[in-house]
């Protein structure tokens, strides 16, 4: 168990995906292929942007992917079975299910410089604010 | 004793939801609202020898979970924090859970309290607990007859 956060990459573009998904899926494959959950996030507002903070337990940063196709972010999470191998369940309150959600950036971020990363579950996304976006001070010239 | 009836309260969503769960795959705004009622969630398996536990509690360190057991009783408490420095007001969506919490499960059976581990990886608790020697299965042999 490593406690330092890991940073994930952002893909750019449409499937840039690595891990084992194939070119001919579009780009909701969790939404698709298999049952999902919808991860609790939350934003806020920082001086440099936004951070989008979203709760993935279970997941490793080889199985996290992040993407960016077009305007649309979204983020896909693998998770695989807590159950020890032949176990019987005796009562469950959760399922080991794959992780997705997107949103819509708006043209404030800049789109770049968007960085990521995992630690005990908890995912971390950096949304740089566009340098116009920026708030600018003006001064006054007296 | 029976892990079948074990801690299941009634709950007529419970397997409409799971139907329902199978058609539309992810049914959230139920599912969340049920979910808010306790944190965090749990689920609890028989290995043979010992009953796993787990429960998925992100963001947390392994110093900030505090687990107790007493008998059959297994508490777990603590805390997760808002990210430091950041004001209310800056927040645009709020939806994690942060504060205090605590969870008390009650075992189906007896275990070696002493024995318990703990391990907290990728933001998931697990808790092995292994069973009691009298509240393990034994074969029992057959002696006598012809």
């Known amino acids: 168990m490593s406690l330092d956060p890991h940073s994930i990459p952002v893909a750019y573009g449409p499937s840039a995906r690595e891990n084992g998904h194939d070119a001919a899926e579009s780009r909701e494959p969790a939404a698709q292929a298999r049952a999902y959950h919808t991860p609790l996030i939350d934003i806020h507002e920082c001086p440099d942007g936004l951070v989008l903070v979203a709760d993935l337990p279970g997941a490793t940063d080889e199985n996290v992917s992040i993407q960016l196709e077009d305007n649309v972010l979204s983020m896909h999470a693998r998770v695989s079975a807590p159950a020890p191998e032949g176990a019987r369940v005796l009562h469950e309150e959760y399922r080991p299910v794959d992780f997705y959600r997107s949103f819509i950036l708006s043209d404030e971020v800049e789109r770049s410089k968007i960085s990521a990363e995992l ?14 976006a920026k708030t600018r001070r003006i001064e006054i010239k007296s | 004793m029976n892990g079948q009836a074990w801690q299941r309260r009634w709950d007529p969503f419970r397997e409409f939801q799971r139907e329902v769960g199978r058609l539309f795959e992810t049914l959230e705004p139920l599912q969340t609202w049920r979910q808010a009622r306790q944190y965090p969630l749990v689920n609890l398996y028989d290995a043979g020898d010992r009953y ?19 008998g059959e009783t297994l508490t777990l ?15 645009r969506r709020q939806e994690r859970f942060a504060g205090r919490w605590t969870r008390t499960v009650t075992l189906p059976d007896r275990v070696e309290s002493t024995q318990v581990t703990a391990s907290y990886a990728q933001g998931v608790l697990t808790i092995t607990l292994p069973k009691a020697e009298s509240a393990r299965p034994r074969q029992i042999a057959v002696t006598g007859g012809v």
């Open chain 2, 77 to 91: 408490r603590g805390e997760r924090k808002r990210s430091d420095g950041v004001a209310d007001e800056s927040y």
């Open chain 2, 52 to 70: 796993v536990l787990t429960a998925p509690v992100p963001g947390m360190g392994p110093d900030e979970l505090d687990l107790s057991i007493t």
């Open chain 1, 119 to 132: 630690k005990n579950g908890v995912l971390r996304l950096q949304l740089p604010k566009a340098e116009r």
